[in-house]
C-alpha cells in the first residue's frame, strides 16, 4: 500500500534556528499536504502542493514539491518556540477518497 | 470558514456504556471521514463517507459504528468498547474524487475507556 517516510523523527533545535524536514515516498503523488499538530488537538493544514517544483510560502514556512512527484521539503525559518509540535506529511490516493500520512517529525524548540 | 467541529472535546466512559461522537462541517465538502489516533502516531484511517454514503471501512470493529445523516453531519457510535480504544478521535471533510483535495481536521475528541 502507499506509504510515506518522513526525516527526522525528531529534532531538537535553538530558538531563532531554520529547520527542514522531508518526506519520500515510493509512490508517484499529485498532492502534498504538511500539517502541524500540537498535543490533543487535531493536524492543522499549514501548505497544500499540487505541482512538480512547486515552491510555496506560508509566512515563516516554505515547502516544495520535488520533482520527481516522489518526496516534499518543509522548512521553517527562524523557529520560535509556538513551532513546537508534529509535523506530518500526507498525499490523498484512491482518487482523492484517501490520505496517507506520514509518522512525523516531532520538533522541539529550546529557548 | 474551514472549520470542522468536534463534540464532546473529552469524554470518559465504561466498557458497557453506550455513547456517540460528533462532527460537524459547513464548507460544502462531500466526503467525510473518521480518524484514531494513538500518542506520537499519524492519524489512522476508520471510515470514509463519500456523498453521504460509507465508501471505506478499514476493518473496523463492530463496536465502532459511523452514521452519516446528512451532507454536513457524522456520528460516531461507541457500544461495550475497550481500554485499547482510548485514544484521540479525529473528524475530517475534504472535496472527493480529485486527487487533489484538502484535508480538514477538527480539534478532536480525547477518548479514554475505564
Known amino acids: 500500500g502507499q506509504q510515506l517516510n518522513q526525516s527526522p523523527q525528531s529534532m531538537f533545535i535553538q530558538e531563532g534556528e531554520d529547520v527542514s524536514m522531508n518526506c519520500t515516498s515510493s509512490?508517484?503523488?499529485?498532492?502534498w499536504l504538511w500539517y502541524k499538530q500540537d498535543p490533543g488537538e487535531g493536524p492543522v493544514l499549514l501548505i497544500a502542493?499540487?505541482?512538480?517544483?512547486e515552491l510555496t510560502s506560508n509566512g515563516r514556512l516554505t515547502a516544495q514539491f520535488g520533482i520527481t512527484r516522489k518526496d516534499s521539503f518543509l522548512n521553517i525559518s527562524a523557529s520560535i518556540p509556538s513551532d513546537v509540535g508534529i509535523y506530518f506529511c500526507?498525499?490523498?490516493?484512491?482518487?482523492?477518497?484517501?490520505?496517507?500520512f506520514g509518522p512525523g517529525t516531532r520538533l522541539s524548540v529550546l529557548p | 470558514d474551514t472549520e470542522v467541529t468536534q463534540t464532546p472535546k473529552h469524554l470518559v466512559m465504561g466498557m458497557t456504556n453506550k455513547k456517540s461522537l460528533k462532527c460537524e462541517q459547513h464548507?460544502?465538502?462531500?466526503?467525510m471521514y473518521w480518524y484514531k489516533q494513538k500518542a506520537k502516531k499519524p492519524p489512522e484511517l476508520m471510515f470514509v463517507?463519500?456523498?453521504?454514503?460509507?465508501?471505506i471501512n478499514e476493518s473496523v470493529p463492530s463496536r465502532f459504528s459511523p452514521e452519516c445523516p446528512n451532507s454536513s453531519l457524522l456520528n460516531l457510535h461507541l457500544h461495550a468498547l475497550q481500554p485499547e480504544d482510548s485514544a484521540l478521535y479525529l473528524c475530517?471533510?475534504?472535496?472527493?474524487?480529485?486527487?487533489?483535495?484538502?484535508?480538514?481536521f477538527g480539534s478532536g475528541t480525547q477518548l479514554s475507556v475505564l
Open positions: 500526507a498525499g490523498p490516493y484512491n482518487y482523492g477518497q484517501n490520505f496517507v
Open positions: 509512490s508517484i503523488f499529485n498532492t
Open positions: 502542493l499540487y505541482k512538480a517544483g
Open positions: 464548507m460544502g465538502h462531500r466526503a
Open positions: 475530517a471533510s475534504s472535496h472527493p474524487g480529485t486527487g487533489m483535495g484538502k484535508l480538514f
Open positions: 463517507y463519500s456523498y453521504e454514503k460509507l465508501s
